[in-house]
Each structure stands twice: as C-alpha cells, then as structure tokens.
C-alpha cells in the first residue's frame, strides 16, 4: 500500500470475516465457465480468477473467441473526480486477501509519518553463486572433477551412492549426499537446494569378465584390452532411466533456457493465478481497478490477462493494483536473474512488487518500468533491482530478497514512486495495461547448468555403411553390453530435451595419462582415440563457465595414437588450455543422429 489517509478502527467487527467475497475455491480449472460474460464486463467483477496454477495444454482458444463475440465489455465506471469511498468495496478487497491489516502496524505507521523519512540506500545485490554437483563423484572422471573444483574454490556437493568410499577419497569436510540415480526416492529435493549447476559423470560399469586386479588396472587401459560385460545395473537403468530420475531432481534448481512461466498464456500453455485489485480504497481513496481474461486481446489473437482501472487522487489517494493471492506454495525462483513481462505498453510507469512474506501488510521488493505506448514489448526487470519498499519508503535495514520465497505478485499504477519521488508518468483517468504473460530469465549470456559426460560412437551401432572393424569394442558390441550406447544416446536426448541449459561432451577411449596432449575437438561422432580422464574433468569444468559452449554436444580425443603413451615432464609441464579455443569451433544442432535419421536402421 502506498500511503494512509484514513482511519481505521482498532477492532474490526467480526462481520467483516463474514462478507462474501465473489470467489469459489482455490485451484478450480480454467473452463469456458470462467469467462461469464458478468465476469469480463462488470464495472466492479468478481475481484479475482479461480485459477489453476499447474502448467497445462491451452485448448480453450476458439472457446473464448466465440465467448468475447458475445461480451459487451464496459468500462470500470469509476470516473475520476467523481467518485466517493466505498466501504463495501474496501471490505471485499479485505476478505479476498484473508487478512485485514494489522491495526498496530497501522498506528505505527501514523508515528512514523510524523518523522523524517528514512533516507534512500543504495539496495545490496543478491548472490547470485550457487553450489556445483558432482554426479558419479568417485568415478575415474567425477574425483577428478571434485578436486578441480575444490582447488578452484568452488562450492561442490557430491552424489554418490557409496558414501564409505567417498569418505575415504576426499576430504572429511566435503558437502556429500547419498543417493541412487537408479532409485528416484533415494534423490530427495532437500538434497538439491542451492545447486546451480551439475556436472554429471555417472556412467554404467564396464569390467573384465575374467575379472580385474585390485587398482582395476585393466579397466583403466579400456575395454580394448579385455573382454567386456555390464557390472551392476544394466544402461537402461544407469544411462536412461538414472537420467530421467537425475533431471527431474536437478531441474528445478538448475533452471530452465527458457525460463519458468509464472502467469500468462504462451504458444499451447497457460498458467493462471488468483488477482484481486488492491487500490487506495483501503486508505480512503476512491480508484478502482479490475483484473480480467481478454480472450482476444494478446498480440496474436489469443488470450491475455489486463490490468485496467480509473485512478484518482481524491481523498488523498492516486494508486491502483492487483495483487495475486498468496501461493500455497511458495516459488523457488532462484535459479534465475529476474522476472520478464510481456505486455502492451501505454507510456506510462507502473510498478512490479514481489513479496516473500505471507503478512498483509509487509515490505514489498519493488521496481519500476516504463512502458512505450501501443507496443507489444519484453521488459526485464532483475532481481538485483528490487528494492524493499514499505508504504513507499525505502527500508534500508530489511533482509535481502529472498528468491527461494515468493509468497505473491503484484502490479501497480501509483502517482507515487518512492521515498518522496513522483511518476513522472501520471495521469488521473482511465488506463489499461495488457500483460500476455510474465516469466522468470537467465540473462545473457548463457552458459552450461548441465555438463554430461557421455561416449564417443553413440550413434554408430546401426550406421549404415559402417567399417565395423575399424570401430571401438563398445561399437562393435553394442548388443553384447546390453545397448549400451544405444542407451547412453537416450539418456543424452533427454538432457538436450530437458530445456536446461547444457553441454554434452563425448570423450573417446579414456586412459589415466596426464592431461596436457594436444587435442582434437569433433561434431557428428565419427572420430576414434584416446583421451585421459583429467583431460576430461578440466574440459568439463572449463565448459560450465563458456558460453561457447552452451547447447553444444561434441566429441573430445588426444592427437596421440593409442599406440603410444603419453607423458609429461614434472619440471617443464605444459602450459594452460585455453579451452575456449576449443568450444568456439563447435557448431548447433550437431549430434551424429542427423545420418540415424536419414537411413533409420532398427534396434
């Protein structure tokens, strides 16, 4: 709320508890019912929309065509300068919210009025760093990778499924889970808050039927040299079903390319929340304004929601809102940098206000945008704008904004800015501001969040045309390892299908030489060779921060033949990758399939 000019009474009857608010229970889905003409006409229409607020296929299209044929949509009758408080009005706005003010923060506010105001600080920014996962951490490539990271500084937590193991490998401070990608109950959520991205070494075990020796010796020179069977659990479950269950888990943290849809109506989705105008009338004033459904009102003929009103300054009031009811589930956003609205502008200023608190009357994280008149635009607004404003006032000791605790939304047309400043945009009368959608955003650029390690040759069991001898084992034996490569390229679709920014690396024959060989990146999966693991652990952990490398999937082997080993000299070692270099070579949409789906040979 922006300002008070009215007194309330410190015990509000329990009538007001009783007055019935237009609302049917929270979560109904959307239908044609919904759009009761009455609804999207009224001057004064139900406060709020029952919505759904699960993501779910948006078939209602022609439905809500032919009903806006049907509408005769008025005006809020609201004229400025003429209008008088409304009681019955400021009690609905009460109920619709479930729970009136609190009349001592109220008096308090009154006190504070009478001091000076606060004076504007300067809003710290959120930390945006997050915690790095390591999957198949106690792997020849996943340790690895734990030590690059912890040299680095980095914040790592390893999944592993043998926790004495991993105990013995690093160090006894290591932020470690137990889980089993196999085994989806074993990936409990709490385990994922806070991680930003994962690199992702989990891979089905390959051993020597015969048998190996105590350091695995013969495993470490690849299954060139013995003859191969599936230790454990077979690819289906590691390399596909594992990779279901580790994506589901991450997802939602990790953070989605596109972003994660809020409110609004996109291509054959919608999202849906409950609005309820919060205007001046509860501090007296008497502007007025309505959330309603246009069922043909977005840029392309489809649905859009519309904030619309009639804002007056009379009784010392000047703003308008709609505020969502608070979620029953709090969203976790964090995974992002900021909110983006889609709307049609009208050149004014409005305002958006996220709250983390479920109080009515709390701080409100807020910002201002400006909008170009009769423009379908894109405005971003990060979370690193947000400042936490209370009755328009800045305040500077409130905690930072809390990402993982969105309680509610809301939007704003106010003659106030804030800590004494005006909208330079404000005009008392009649305004409307269609909104098509609003989503969260990763700005740009855009790096991997997920970073697989997968296999050369996933592609080539079936090629046409292939020299199956001049093929690695796992080519060749493909059916033999139970479709292990099959398997691993469906677990690699599901990561690119996923939405979540990644990178897929496709390491050749893996040795434990040391890294520094020369190297030789390639797309479309038809090279063969070696590379060594700590070549591949660098490469993973220098690809999470490249933008090069982002959506990208490509193979990885040393320019040294496999015939001769390779060594470093401890007093001359060799310098630094930029691996950069090699990421800017890599090329979209290239993944070996494009040959599959030209000549489709059944598995």
Same mark, same amino acid.
């Given at each position: 709320?922006?300002?008070?000019?009215?007194?309330?009474?410190?015990?509000?009857?329990?009538?007001?508890?009783?007055?019935?608010? +237009?609302?049917?229970?929270?979560?109904?889905?959307?239908?044609?019912?919904?759009?009761?003409?009455?609804?999207?006409?009224?001057?004064?229409?139900?406060?709020?929309? @029952?919505?759904?607020?699960?993501?779910? +296929?948006?078939?209602?299209? @022609?439905?809500?065509?032919?009903?806006?044929?049907?509408?005769?949509? *008025?005006?809020?009758?609201?004229?400025?300068?003429?209008?008088?408080? /409304?009681?019955?009005?400021?009690?609905?706005?009460?109920?619709?919210?479930?729970?009136?003010?609190?009349?001592?923060?109220?008096?308090?506010?009154?006190?504070?009025?009478?001091?000076?105001?606060?004076?504007?600080?300067?809003?710290?920014?959120? /930390?945006?760093?997050?915690?790095?996962?390591?999957?198949?951490?106690?792997?020849?490539?996943?340790?690895?990778?734990?030590?690059?990271?912890?040299?680095?500084?980095?914040?790592?937590?390893?999944?592993?499924?043998?926790?004495?193991?991993?105990?013995?490998?690093?160090?006894?401070?290591?932020?470690?889970?137990?889980?089993?990608?196999?085994?989806?109950?074993?990936?409990?959520?709490?385990?994922?808050?806070?991680? *930003? &991205?994962?690199?992702?070494?989990?891979?089905?075990?390959?051993?020597?039927?015969?048998?190996?020796?105590?350091?695995?010796? &013969?495993?470490?020179?690849?299954?060139?040299?013995?003859?191969?069977?599936?230790?454990?659990?077979?690819?289906?479950?590691?390399?596909?079903?594992?990779?279901?269950?580790?994506?589901?888990?991450?997802?939602?943290?990790?953070?989605?390319?596109?972003?994660?849809?809020?409110?609004?109506?996109?291509?054959?989705?919608?999202?849906?929340?409950?609005?309820?105008?919060?205007?001046?009338?509860?501090?007296?004033?008497?502007?007025?304004?309505?959330?309603?459904?246009?069922? #043909?009102?977005?840029?392309?003929?489809?649905?859009?929601?519309?904030?619309?009103?009639?804002?007056?300054?009379?009784?010392?009031?000047?703003?308008?809102?709609?505020?969502?009811?608070?979620?029953?589930?709090?969203?976790?956003?964090?995974?992002?940098?900021?909110?983006?609205?889609?709307?049609?502008?009208?050149?004014?200023?409005?305002?958006?206000?996220?709250? $983390?608190?479920? /109080?009515?009357? $709390?701080?409100?994280? $807020?910002?201002?945008?400006?909008?170009?008149?009769?423009?379908?635009?894109?405005?971003?607004?990060?979370?690193?704008?947000? *400042?936490?404003?209370?009755?328009?006032?800045?305040?500077?000791?409130?905690?930072?904004?809390?990402?993982?605790?969105?309680?509610?939304? @809301?939007?704003?047309?106010?003659?106030?800015?804030?800590?004494?400043?005006?909208?330079?945009?404000?005009?008392?009368?009649?305004?409307?501001?269609?909104?098509?959608?609003?989503?969260?955003?990763?700005?740009?650029?855009?790096?991997?969040?997920?970073?697989?390690?997968?296999?050369?040759?996933?592609?080539?069991?079936?090629?046409?045309?292939?020299?199956?001898?001049?093929?690695?084992?796992?080519?060749?034996?493909?059916?033999?390892?139970?479709?292990?490569?099959?398997?691993?390229?469906?677990?690699?679709?599901?990561?690119?299908?996923?939405?979540?920014?990644?990178?897929? #690396?496709?390491?050749?024959?893996?040795?434990?030489?040391?890294?520094?060989?020369?190297?030789?990146?390639?797309?479309?999966?038809? #090279?063969?060779?070696?590379?060594?693991?700590?070549?591949?652990?660098? #490469?993973?952990?220098?690809?999470?921060?490249?933008?090069?490398?982002?959506?990208?999937?490509?193979?990885?082997?040393?320019?040294?033949?496999?015939?001769?080993?390779?060594?470093?000299?401890?007093?001359?070692?060799?310098?630094?990758?930029?691996?950069?270099?090699?990421?800017?070579?890599?090329?979209?949409?290239?993944?070996?399939?494009?040959?599959?789906?030209?000549?489709?040979?059944?598995?």
């Amino acid at each position: 709320m922006e300002c008070c000019s009215m007194q309330i009474s410190s015990s509000l009857s329990s009538s007001i508890l009783k007055v019935q608010g +237009s609302s049917s229970p929270f979560g109904r889905k959307f239908s044609n019912k919904s759009f009761h003409p009455r609804l999207l006409s009224s001057p004064l229409p139900k406060p709020f929309l @029952q919505l759904n607020d699960k993501p779910k +296929s948006f078939v209602y299209r @022609q439905s809500l065509a032919s009903l806006s044929s049907r509408t005769n949509n *008025r005006p809020v009758s609201a004229e400025a300068g003429k209008q008088s408080w /409304d009681f019955g009005r400021f009690l609905k706005t009460l109920y619709f919210f479930n729970g009136p003010p609190s009349p001592a923060k109220f008096f308090e506010f009154l006190i504070e009025k009478l001091s000076s105001p606060s004076p504007s600080e300067p809003v710290k920014a959120m /930390d945006t760093s997050g915690i790095i996962l390591v999957a198949g951490a106690t792997g020849g490539v996943g340790r690895r990778v734990v030590n690059i990271l912890q040299k680095k500084g980095l914040p790592v937590r390893v999944l592993v499924r043998n926790e004495e193991k991993a105990r013995r490998m690093f160090s006894p401070d290591i932020d470690l889970i137990v889980g089993d990608i196999t085994k989806e109950s074993t990936l409990v959520p709490e385990y994922f808050k806070g991680v *930003r &991205k994962v690199i992702n070494a989990v891979s089905v075990i390959v051993g020597p039927k015969e048998g190996d020796t105590p350091d695995r010796a &013969k495993y470490s020179q690849g299954i060139k040299f013995f003859e191969p069977e599936i230790k454990g659990d077979s690819p289906e479950m590691v390399e596909y079903i594992g990779m279901k269950n580790l994506i589901n888990a991450v997802k939602g943290s990790v953070g989605l390319r596109k972003g994660k849809l809020l409110f609004g109506f996109e291509d054959n989705n919608s999202r849906e929340l409950a609005w309820g105008a919060l205007d001046d009338v509860v501090m007296g004033g008497v502007s007025e304004s309505t959330f309603q459904i246009d069922p #043909i009102g977005s840029e392309i003929g489809g649905p859009t929601g519309l904030f619309k009103g009639v804002v007056s300054t009379a009784n010392n009031g000047g703003f308008t809102s709609i505020r969502t009811r608070n979620f029953s589930v709090p969203e976790d956003v964090s995974a992002y940098d900021g909110l983006e609205l889609r709307l049609k502008g009208d050149g004014r200023r409005y305002k958006m206000i996220v709250r $983390t608190s479920s /109080d009515w009357d $709390t701080v409100g994280y $807020t910002t201002g945008f400006d909008t170009v008149a009769g423009q379908w635009q894109s405005i971003r607004l990060p979370f690193s704008s947000l *400042r936490p404003i209370f009755r328009a006032r800045t305040v500077s000791d409130a905690p930072p904004f809390d990402p993982t605790n969105i309680v509610s939304l @809301q939007l704003m047309f106010s003659k106030f800015e804030y800590d004494g400043r005006l909208n330079p945009t404000f005009v008392e009368g009649a305004f409307q501001l269609p909104v098509s959608s609003i989503r969260t955003y990763i700005k740009d650029p855009i790096c991997p969040r997920f970073v697989h390690v997968g296999s050369a040759g996933v592609t080539r069991p079936g090629r046409p045309g292939l020299d199956l001898s001049k093929q690695p084992p796992a080519v060749r034996l493909n059916k033999e390892l139970d479709f292990i490569l099959t398997f691993k390229l469906k677990g690699e679709d599901l990561i690119r299908e996923s939405g979540m920014p990644y990178a897929i #690396i496709r390491p050749c024959a893996l040795t434990e030489e040391p890294a520094g060989a020369d190297l030789i990146f390639d797309q479309g999966d038809n #090279i063969t060779g070696k590379i060594s693991r700590e070549e591949v652990a660098l #490469i993973c952990v220098a690809a999470l921060e490249s933008t090069y490398a982002c959506d990208k999937t490509f193979e990885v082997k040393s320019v040294i033949p496999f015939s001769e080993p390779f060594t470093v000299d401890p007093e001359n070692p060799p310098p630094e990758k930029d691996y950069n270099a090699y990421f800017k070579t890599l090329k979209d949409g290239i993944t070996g399939k494009e040959i599959l789906e030209e000549s489709p040979v059944p598995v």
